[in-house]
């Protein structure tokens, strides 16, 4: 099939780490929408993920690789490679988050931090990019956070993974600067997903406040908006980067944020 309009990622494949839960479902869902057969990664609910991909009409396959793991990496793009011809998008977005001061961080919470939120990318660039050249396109969007541009306090390991991506993704774009491969960012802001569900939770239990004031507490500390960014409205940002409209955009960071980095 060939490329529409409406379907403009017909006969790409994309991949998005990450995407059987919250943002990463939603960009495989925009990715799909518009074209794209998909490579789905992570843990917990995964036939759900992949009926829900498969539902758009698209092909769709699953690989359970830990990104902690680079053996797993590699042999995750080899599958994408083996199944569909080649990984043209990838999303490095597969995260956790472990909120502690620095001083009572668990040793093991800030290793896993780091190895899951930054160091995967490396592992899923350094393997992909090189078939992208060879193809003459690709699109890396790793997703950050406007934790990759400001700091919060009890958030070491995260602030310092997604600090570092932004990094990461900036000399990915330089050495890919003369190809079709392009590498930029996305940083939201709060996103009502597990990962920020979690937060509410010990909130409400901390201070004793019901979920709906602990969920208008952690936004009215951070998000001038006052509003969750939606996993849609980052599936959409990830399809205009994967447009020719984009392709001069390399190793931007572009927030998405209710106006949080703004202050
Ligand atoms: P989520 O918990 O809903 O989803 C995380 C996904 O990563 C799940 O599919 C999970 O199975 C997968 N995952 C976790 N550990 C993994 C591992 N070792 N190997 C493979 N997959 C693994 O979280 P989310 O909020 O959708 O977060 C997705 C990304 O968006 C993360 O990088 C996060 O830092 C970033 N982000 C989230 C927010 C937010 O407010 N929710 C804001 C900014 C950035």
Known sequence: MTAS????????TALVTGSTSGIGLGIATALAQAGANLVLNGFGDTQAALAQIEAIGVKAAYHPADMTKPADIEAMIAFAAERFGAVDVLVNNAGIQHVATIDTFPVESWDAIIAINLSSAFHT??????????????RVINIASVHGLVGSAGKSAYVAAKHGILGLTKVAALENARTGVTVNAICPGFVLTPLVQKQIDDLAARESLSPDAARAKLLGEKQPSAQFVTPQQIG???????????????????QIDGGWSAQ
């Open 5 to 12: 309009a409406s379907k403009p990622l017909t006969g790409k």
């Open 125 to 138: 660039m350094r393997v992909a990019l090189p078939a992208m050249r060879e193809r003459g396109w690709g």
């Open 236 to 254: 959409d940002m990830a399809v205009f980067l994967c447009s020719d409209a984009a392709s001069e955009m390399r190793g931007s960071a572009l």
